[in-house]
Structure formats: C-alpha cells, structure tokens
C-alpha cells in the first residue's frame, strides 16, 4: 500500500465511502492527530464511538458510524479545507460557521484539536482542516 501524503483527506474519504457503503464501521492507520478528530466527531454526535487499537506494532482507528432513525446518515458532507498545497488559516473572530451553526470547522489551534465554535469562544484561531454537517 502506497503512502498517504494528506492523512486526514484520507480518514475523511474513507469516513465518505463507509457511510455511502452503509457500512457500521470503518478502519485506518491510526495518529494522535486521527484520535483527535474523531473525538470531536464523536463529542458532536456524528459517530458513535472510536478506539485505538494495536495490531502488533502498527497502531489502528477503528471509528463505528452512526446512523439516525430508517437508517439516514447523520453526516451528510465531511470535506477537507486546508490541504498540504494550500494550507487555510483564520483568526478566531474569521472563522466561519458551517450552515448557520448546524455543521462544525474542526481546527487545530496552539491548544490543541477543537471545534470552530470553542475556538472562537477561546479566542484563539488555527489551521481549519476540515467541515462537517
């Protein structure tokens, strides 16, 4: 298997193609940066839960999808904003709502993983990897 040069496109396309395949879970190479990112998904409702598992020296993250009632998905976009060839960053009062406070920014501030809103509540602003609704 080749080299993943933009881990979280890879995690966010393989969370893309689990949910379109109604599939309960999805596995990828696990990294602090995944276990945080998925710990936001799971705080705001989109997943169900996660967990690093070690397969002998090669860490894994396991994330189970959630899906509502008569099976509709509960994430209806996940999408990459900053990638490695055109990194997007905000100042804590730029950064933007995703449709009008219904979707979440995940960002990566000087204290950590966070979402838009805490970010902007902190005051603190950050690369915005990545939206969700």
Do not use: C
Request: glycine content about 12%; overall charge positive.
């Amino acid at each position: 298997m080749a080299a993943v040069s933009d881990s979280i496109a890879d995690m966010f396309t393989r969370i893309r193609n689990g949910i379109q395949a109604r599939h309960q879970r999805v596995d990828m190479p696990s990294s602090k940066l995944k276990a945080e990112v998925a710990r936001i998904l799971k705080d705001e409702g989109y997943i169900s839960s996660y967990k690093v598992n070690e397969e002998g020296k090669k860490k894994v993250l396991r994330i189970v999808l959630r899906y509502g009632p008569d099976g509709v998905n509960v994430i209806s976009t996940i999408d990459r904003v900053s990638r490695p060839g055109r990194r997007v960053y905000s100042a804590a009062k730029e950064i933007p709502k995703v449709q009008g406070g219904l979707g979440v920014n995940i960002v990566t501030t000087p204290r950590g993983v966070m979402t838009g809103k805490q970010a902007r509540r902190a005051g603190i602003g950050g690369e915005i990897m990545g939206v969700i609704s």
